[in-house]
T-cell receptor, first 116, second 112 residues
């Protein structure tokens, strides 16, 4: 089974509107972390937001918020007030804490296009 | 600079040659990761270093790939006898407490 699932096809959003990018995960660990990264066409991986499995509140970072639903194992990224510069590939990732295995496992990514 | 630094940024090599890719993590970061991303694909885990612990090498695709980290800082990823399927972007990342993991800009490798 895939650890991180991102199944949305290419997403489109109108400038200044909000958009939700979906991510579901699979783990048997109680302690884990969830990450979202943005990858523009330049190729760099830009860290956006982090949610720990024991964090009581949903993470927020500026225009980014993470809708964390632990029971459903989902960690959707919400981008408010979309900007043209938000057009990029977005990756969800999970870091499990099982023994020495603390690698990040990435989903396949979602392409977001912001329309003017 | 303050970020993760990778070199070279671009490398074109002939099939069968060895290549070395370097990663200089953010100062004070004890964890260091190597990932590979082929064109239009997601990120494939290669290897993970954490402090003085034995590295997690479970993602290395073959024995042609190796990595070391000297003095708990700089890391070198070595690919021996390169093949065309090794062409990809090799991304390095570092972390201190695990809640934020920062990536470098990557080393773009092309094997011709």
């Amino acid at each position: 089974a895939q650890k991180i699932t991102q199944t949305q096809p290419g997403m489109f959003v109108q400038e200044k509107e909000a958009v939700t990018l979906d991510c579901t995960y699979d783990t048997s660990d109680q302690s884990y972390g969830l990450f979202w990264y943005k990858q523009p066409s330049s190729g760099e991986m830009i860290f956006l937001i982090y949610q720990g499995s024991y964090d009581e509140q949903n993470a927020t970072e500026g225009r980014y918020s993470l809708n964390f639903q632990k029971a459903r194992k989902s960690a959707n990224l919400v981008i408010s007030a979309s900007q043209l510069g938000d057009s990029a590939m977005y990756f969800c990732a999970m870091r499990e804490s099982t023994g020495a295995n603390s690698k990040l496992t990435f989903g396949k990514g979602i392409t977001l296009s912001v329309r003017p | 600079g303050a970020g993760v630094s990778q070199s070279p940024s671009n490398k074109v090599t002939e099939k069968g040659k060895d290549v070395e890719l370097r990663c200089d993590p953010i100062s004070g970061h004890t964890a260091l990761y190597w990932y590979r991303q082929s064109l239009g694909q997601g990120l494939e885990f290669l290897i993970y270093f954490q402090g003085n612990s034995a590295p997690d090498k479970s993602g290395l695709p073959s024995d042609r790939f190796s990595a070391e980290r000297t003095g708990g800082s700089v890391s070198t990823l070595t690919i021996q006898r390169t093949q065309q399927e090794d062409s990809a972007v090799y991304l390095c990342a570092s972390s201190r407490r695990g809640r934020t993991i920062y990536f470098g800009e990557g080393s773009w490798l092309t094997v011709v």
